[in-house]
């Protein structure tokens, strides 16, 4: 009888506990919703909302926790206690997680760029997509996930750009007309949405390669998160349907030419 009854009292004071932290979870929810709600109107970029997102988040489900195990007799005071040493020989062994949360604490303080930024860091370039304390994601132009530990991006030289530009470029023959084919070039992608009116697109002569030249058209992505080479792909696409366009005209206009020149000729 008196274990029954304790097996019962032990089974009200955990669902009292898991009720506890239920109340804070949902108070977090609420104050997530009223949060995001209120910093969308204020001046602050992502970088520092997110991180009082994060804050806000850890402190509220923590404090409902430690409600949660102190009713339920699980005193916080000697498990404090023994993690300050736990943690103190842990930090010894996690020296690269120290300094990549240090790392974050100076990217957050230093703000060398935020959430959704270009940015070009060791050679690989991508879009900011989201800025812990031990780590920085980005959204490389392929479309992969890059995670950079924050102390490799203290230390490195983080390059600022604005647009993301693609360059492709298009063989011809050296007979063409130049000036015909950069029209358009430039005609066909005049109303694609996925690309900048400005800064304009440029066509420009890249070189020779043997019997023929080498066009190249330069365009800036409106979106930093679209797949480059997809992107590479649709305008190399575009070019082909324009050049064969321009070679036909100016071979039909030759034909005309051919044909009134021999009925002159007879006449």
């Known amino acids: ?5 304790i097996n019962i009292t032990l089974l009200s004071t955990i669902l009292v506990a898991l009720a506890i932290f239920l109340i804070f979870y949902l108070f977090w929810r609420l104050v997530r919703k009223t949060l995001v709600t209120a ?112 102390r490799v991006i203290l230390n490195s030289a983080v390059t600022m750009q604005p647009h993301v530009r693609v360059d492709v470029e298009f063989p011809l023959d050296l007979n063409e007309n130049v000036s015909k084919i950069r029209e358009a070039f430039l005609k066909c992608m005049i109303d694609d949405d996925r690309f900048l009116k400005i800064p304009e697109p440029k066509v420009l002569l890249a070189g020779f390669r043997d019997d023929h030249m080498i066009v190249q058209l330069q365009i800036w992505l409106k979106d930093p998160k679209e797949h480059l080479q997809i992107a590479a792909a649709l305008v190399r696409e575009r070019m082909l349907v324009a050049a064969r366009e321009v070679s036909a005209k100016a071979r039909l206009q030759n034909t005309s030419q051919t044909l009134q020149h021999s009925i002159d000729l007879r006449i």
């Open 39 to 150: 910093l969308t109107q204020t001046t602050l970029d992502r970088t520092i909302t997110h991180f009082i997102e994060l804050g806000l988040r850890y402190s509220i489900l923590l404090t409902g926790a430690v409600t949660a195990l102190e009713y339920a007799g699980i005193s916080m005071h000697p498990l404090i206690a023994g993690l300050g040493i736990v943690g103190l020989t842990l930090g010894f062994a996690s020296k690269e997680i120290l300094e990549n949360v240090f790392s974050g604490l100076m990217v957050l303080w230093d703000r060398p760029f935020g959430i959704g930024d270009l940015v070009e860091i060791n050679g690989r370039c991508g879009s900011v997509e989201e800025i812990n304390l031990r780590s920085t994601r980005i959204v490389t132009l392929d479309g992969r996930i890059l995670v950079i530990p924050n």
């Open 1 to 5: 009888m008196d274990i029954h009854r």
